[in-house]
């Protein structure tokens, strides 16, 4: 069975995640959604919350999504996985030098890595989480860019009374 990991914040997942994990279907057996929680700090939507949405909306893959956390290194994660690869999606030119530091640094942590970058669909070129949330914290609407049950978790998170500061 090939399995990629695909690490990140997904703070929240949009549809430029989506894309990246729909394509990454069409070449493994099954996608790993991985959440580092080494570097999560004080997020305003917490990892638990995050966790879920990104099982509701890969929900529509079945048992060929799995939505994870880790704690330590992504390099023992991807090893306790049984594989060696790392999916990430890249948008701009400067996506692309954040990812190549990254992934130079990871490989000489582990040699064996191979990672797979995917370019974003042109039409999600632009969505980032950052965006996304600013954008529902003002009141906007942001269904264009999110799944549905992402959309209206955000409406309701951004109402409510413990992030109104
Ligand atoms: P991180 O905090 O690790 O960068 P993100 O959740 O922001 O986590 O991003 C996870 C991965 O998804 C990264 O590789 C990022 O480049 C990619 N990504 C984010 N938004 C998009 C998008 N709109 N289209 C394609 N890839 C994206």
Redesign the pocket.
């Known amino acids: 069975m090939r399995i990629i990991i695909y ?5 929240p997942i ?1 549809f ?2 989506m ?2 994990v729909e394509r990454a279907l069409g070449l493994f057996d099954k996608v790993v959604v991985a959440f580092g929680t080494a570097t999560d700090k004080n997020p305003d939507v917490f990892l638990d919350e995050r966790m879920e949405l990104c099982r509701q909306a890969l929900n529509q893959y079945g048992t060929r999504i799995e939505v994870e956390k880790f704690s330590g290194l992504l390099v023992d994660f991807v090893r306790a996985k049984n594989t060696k690869f790392i999916l ?4 701009t030119l400067m ?1 692309y030098e954040y ?1 190549f530091q990254m992934l130079e640094m990871n490989r000489h942590l582990d040699p064996e890595l191979e990672y797979v970058l995917l370019p ?1 669909a042109s039409k ?2 632009f ?3 950052t965006r996304v949330r600013e954008i529902a914290a003002l009141g906007g609407d942001v269904s264009e860019f999110v799944h549905p049950v992402v959309a209206q978790f955000l409406a309701k998170h951004y109402r409510s009374p413990h992030t109104s500061n």
């Open positions: 690490p990140g914040s997904f703070n949009t430029g995640h894309n990246i990430r999606g890249l948008r996506d990812e974003t999600w070129s969505v980032s989480s």
